[in-house]
């Protein structure tokens, strides 16, 4: 019993948390990876991509919220994603055709694409605080708990649950589509096998007739519809707060690096790293221990390796402890 | 009227030319080498042919039409195909899909040409699934031209495809070649091994200074006394 306890409070508290904020990193790396496997620069401004396609996610929720249209118990924000999408697909498009095309045609520097994709991180993040403020919004509506804290503890008699929220089963649902999808894209299409080619050798690419405008057009399709996916369900499992998407880069890039830079699978993988080291190091294993240990005994302190605070930080730890044992990711990538 | 005909070529990086008035051409079916000297501007010449430089004279001819100002990946489709010396090979792909991406301006069957090659290459169909950069040198040479004849060029050019590869490899690679050119296709190469390559060529051009030194059919050329002694070691 006391086992089971100790479990069942580690699955509520570490386990379900880790994945779903894995799932929802891994789809935010993904988009940077592929960014950088085309463009071959590392894009800050996808955080605010991000943003852009939860707001306009949001701001469709609360339109059709107002229409009274609905397909509880499924949240609306599903309804809406769609046009959040699409919307971010042509921002990608208009950030690409107005700003990164003409480094393009210079034949930039990838630090000069970089820096670029920084001050297009601060005008975007200032657009979005213009178009829906600096507040918090939370979306999310429909059905709570799939399993509520209290039927878990019913159903089994432990005095620990395991709630399992929707929107973490949205995330993991939603995630596995994507990525399946994506995955089946690159390997097994012509386009896809293309962009390959090109991310491998551009010159080679070239040679073999493959148009790179329309490569890149791909890319910045794919990393649209990745960073709304993302930003939705990141805010609709959490909150949607604009400040957010900035600091979100550094677990993403944590992720990309990680798992490789370019690789897709990699930042998956790297996603999933990330997260369950983010959560796993600041939990308080007091209660945890008190389960596993003998009868009346709990640990002194609260047993956590780092105060919540230091969240972030802890990517950067793990990115240095992978960078110190494979340089080039998990699945080697790209050397910078 | 030979199928390539490229002539008074003169173009180099930044001011200086690196290749000045040489002329190229090689007739369909038949093979063309060009040997000479470490900096002669061999590799210069044959991407001066494909178009990727920038002629400052001279003009090149495919097929009775000027092509001086196509781009190069236009000259593929026009039917040239181009190997060039290093990074040939899409390493990170598997073998099957480095020789699709060669067809991929072919909209045709492309699984009828992958035949023709792995019946050409026969190594490369046992490896089909592997990626090309697990390969040895003398594979990856194998998929590279078969990657460049998925075009099913008229004129195939070769930028060093001995390069690093051992004498046996280097053996078979020309008897690979020698049959594509009896497929009717033109070859032109730039061989670091001259003497065995102009024992295949139908013609050669001695490249010295980015002109041409000697011209002539390969026999011809490795009977020259004088082409022997400075060119060929002997």
Excluded at chain 1, 6 to 30: D, H, K, M, R
Excluded at chain 1, 285 to 306: D, H, S
Aim: a neutral charge.
């Amino acid at each position: 019993m006391e086992i089971a306890n100790a479990f069942a409070l580690l699955t509520n508290f570490v386990i379900l948390p880790a994945i779903t904020y894995g799932a929802q990193l891994s789809l935010g790396a993904l988009g940077v990876t592929i960014v950088f496997g085309i463009l071959r620069f590392a894009n800050f401004s996808h955080g605010e991509l991000m943003s852009f396609g939860a707001m306009v996610t949001i701001l469709t929720t609360h339109l059709l919220q107002t229409k009274g249209v609905s397909i509880s118990p499924m949240p609306t924000a599903l309804l809406a994603l769609p046009a959040g999408i699409l919307a971010t697909i042509v921002i990608a498009l208009l950030e690409d055709q107005i700003i990164f095309r003409f480094y393009r045609k210079n034949r930039s520097t990838p630090i000069t694409f970089t820096i670029v994709s920084v001050g297009l991180m601060f005008f975007m993040a200032g657009l979005i605080r213009i178009i829906i403020g600096p507040n918090e919004h939370n979306f999310a509506d429909g059905a709570r708990f799939l399993i509520s804290f209290r039927d878990f503890k019913a159903i089994t008699g432990l005095d620990q649950g395991i709630a399992i929220r929707q929107t973490q089963l949205i995330t993991l649902l939603v995630t596995l589509i994507v990525v399946i999808s994506l995955f089946w894209f690159i390997y097994k299409t012509r386009w896809g096998k293309a962009m390959r080619a090109y991310s491998d050798n551009e010159d080679l690419a070239l040679l073999s007739g493959i148009n790179p405008e329309r490569v890149v057009l791909i890319a910045w399709i794919i990393a649209g519809t990745l960073a709304c996916i993302a930003g939705t369900l990141y805010s609709l499992d959490k909150i949607y707060k604009p400040f957010i998407f900035m600091q979100i880069m550094l677990p993403v890039f944590a992720a990309t690096i990680i798992g490789g830079i370019g690789q897709p699978l990699g930042a998956v993988f790297g996603g999933f790293v990330v997260a369950f080291s983010e959560v796993t190091v600041t939990y308080s294993f007091k209660k945890f221990l008190a389960y596993l240990g003998p009868t009346n005994w709990e640990p002194e302190g609260l047993v956590q390796l780092l105060s919540t605070d230091y969240k972030y930080a802890v990517s950067f730890l793990v990115l240095i402890l992978v960078l110190l044992v494979r340089p080039t990711g998990l699945i080697p990538g790209k050397t910078i | 009227m030979s199928l390539l005909m490229a002539t008074g070529m003169t173009c180099g990086y930044g001011g200086a030319y690196i290749i000045n008035d040489c002329a190229l051409w090689v007739n369909k079916g038949e093979i063309a080498v060009i040997v000479g000297p470490n900096g002669a501007g061999k590799s210069t010449a044959m991407k001066a042919v494909f178009g990727m430089l920038n002629l400052c004279k001279g003009n090149v001819v495919f097929n009775g039409e000027d092509i001086t100002h196509l781009a190069p990946q236009d000259r593929v489709r026009v039917g040239m195909g181009f190997v060039p010396q290093n990074r040939n090979v899409f390493v990170s792909l598997s073998v099957e899909e480095n020789l699709e991406m060669g067809a991929f301006i072919n909209d045709s069957d492309v699984s009828k040409m992958k035949e023709q090659i792995f019946e050409l290459f026969p190594i490369l169909a046992e490896k089909r699934n592997q990626p090309a950069g697990n390969l040895s040198g003398g594979q990856r040479q194998q998929v590279a031209v078969g990657r460049a004849m998925m075009t099913q060029p008229r004129l195939l050019m070769l930028d060093e495809p001995t390069a690093g590869v051992s004498p046996i490899v280097m053996d078979e690679l020309f008897e690979r070649i020698v049959d594509i050119a009896l497929t009717g296709v033109a070859v032109i190469m730039v061989e670091q091994n001259a003497s065995q390559a102009l024992e295949i060529a139908d013609q050669g051009f001695v490249l010295v200074q980015g002109s041409n030194r000697f011209v002539d059919t390969g026999k011809v050329l490795l009977a020259n006394e004088e082409v022997r002694r400075s060119f060929l070691g002997g």
